[in-house]
């Protein structure tokens, strides 16, 4: 059984930085595109960026030029660096990922991590 697993989250005050991870636990045959969304109180989960298994990345407006995602494919890692955090980036962050398990037919699904929460005080 496939998961992704988070860290990295916390409470940070306006203009500081946190990085967050994701990895999948279990036994992984491909992994395609990873990214992040968020989703904060009262709103719609929203893309924050994504990179495939090349490296490109696309972001949303709101964080470009602030935050920046990568991926170790030998560790089958996403990393998001959030910098110059503002209050608004409050939100539970939900890592995704397009996996096919190993031991696998098929073809690959997005799975999605827990979420880890991001506070931001002004």
């Known amino acids: 059984q496939v998961q992704l697993v988070e860290s990295g989250g916390g409470l940070v005050q306006a203009g500081g930085s946190l990085r967050l991870s994701c990895a999948p636990s279990g036994g992984i045959s491909t992994i395609n595109a990873m990214g992040w969304s968020r989703q904060a109180s009262g709103k719609q989960r929203e893309l924050v960026a994504t990179?495939?298994?090349?490296?490109?990345?696309n972001y949303a407006d709101s964080v470009k030029g602030r935050f920046t995602i990568s991926r170790d494919n030998a560790k089958n890692t996403v990393y998001l660096q959030m910098n110059s955090l503002k209050p608004e980036d409050t939100a539970v962050y939900y890592c995704?990922?397009?996996?096919?398990?190993?031991?696998?037919?098929?073809?690959?699904?997005?799975?999605w991590g827990q979420g880890t929460q991001v506070t931001v005080s002004s």
């Open positions: 990179v495939t298994s090349s490296g490109s990345t």
């Open positions: 995704n990922a397009v996996i096919l398990p190993a031991q696998t037919m098929g073809v690959p699904r997005k799975y």
